[in-house]
């Protein structure tokens, strides 16, 4: 079975860095796009960053200028560089990767979650 492995998350205090990053475990994946979500404690399930390729990416408005997403050659992997971290960014991030399994439905691949905290 294929999983999506998330790894990087941890503690830092305002103004830090962390990278994000998540890869296929098991068989190889070619995904269309793939990207971050966040949730926090109390919160809906948030899109942070999402890349299809390095000149088609979105950010949500409150991390423009701050976090980077990109992908490996492989396009099985992704990464969040996460730079000027406030507290508000503290949330478990989740990654995920989409397939288009036929012109009709589209498949996700979701990470286990990594926690980011972001305080003082």
């Known amino acids: 079975q294929v999983q999506l492995v998330e790894s990087g998350g941890g503690s830092v205090q305002p103004g830090g860095s962390l990278r994000l990053s998540c890869a296929a475990s098991g068989t190889i994946f070619s995904f269309n796009a793939m990207g971050w979500y966040r949730q926090a404690p109390g919160k809906e399930r948030e899109l942070v960053a999402s890349?299809?390729?390095?000149?088609?990416?979105n950010y949500v408005d409150s991390v423009k200028g701050r976090f980077t997403i990109s992908r490996g050659n492989a396009k099985n992997t992704v990464y969040l560089q996460m730079n000027s971290l406030k507290p508000e960014d503290t949330a478990v991030y989740y990654c995920?990767?989409?397939?288009?399994?036929?012109?009709?439905?589209?498949?996700?691949?979701w990470g286990q979650g990594t926690q980011v905290t972001v305080s003082s």
């Open positions: 995920y990767g989409d397939i288009a399994e036929t012109m009709f439905r589209v498949r996700a691949y």
């Open positions: 890349i299809i390729s390095s000149t088609n990416t």
